[in-house]
Structures are given as C-alpha cells and as structure tokens.
C-alpha cells in the first residue's frame, strides 16, 4: 500500500497539472463522486472545501433526460460507451 505522503503528493502533482493546463490555481472537480471520496481526500488536503450546488428539480430532470438519450443514442453505435460506464460505476 502506497504511503499517506506518496498519495498526497501524487494527487496534489495532479491537481497541479490541471490546474497549469486550465491557467488557474484552484482545482475543481465537477464529479459527484468525488463525494464518495470526500472522507479520504479531507485526510490528505485538510484545507479542502467542498460545495454542493442543487438545482431546480425541472432543469436536473430536463439535463437527465438529454443525457440519456445522448448516451443512448451513442451506445448503438458500439458497446464501448457502456463499457465505460460499467467501469466507472456509471449505471
């Protein structure tokens, strides 16, 4: 098992490698399972800070629909999507 300060180190030169490519100095991660991951993480970056943004329950369920049938659409063109998205624990 890696060690607590070669986890933190390999995260934070990720996070300073995205931060370089978008020309910024804060990371945001836009990923609702980085909520899943929020315990572990606030371990390493104590300064962390989270917020979660709710949206009005019509446009949520508007942008799900859209997705769905984007992912829908793009799945009979091959199994490669769903793949993925079983990888990830998309489904």
């Known amino acids: ?9 390999t995260i934070a030169n990720y996070r300073a490698l995205v931060c370089a ?3 910024g100095g804060r990371y945001l991660a836009k990923n609702n399972n980085t909520l899943l991951r929020y315990a572990s993480l606030s371990q390493y970056f104590p300064a962390m800070r989270t917020v979660v943004l ?3 329950p019509i446009f949520h369920a508007s942008s799900l629909m ?3 049938l984007h992912f829908s659409a793009e799945q009979e063109k091959g199994p490669l999507l769903l ?3 079983e990888l990830v624990g998309a489904l």
């Open 54 to 56: 709710f949206r009005q």
């Open 1 to 9: 098992m890696p060690s607590r300060r070669s986890v933190r180190r």
């Open 83 to 85: 793949d993925l998205h």
């Open 66 to 68: 859209d997705m769905h």
């Open 21 to 23: 490519e978008q020309g």
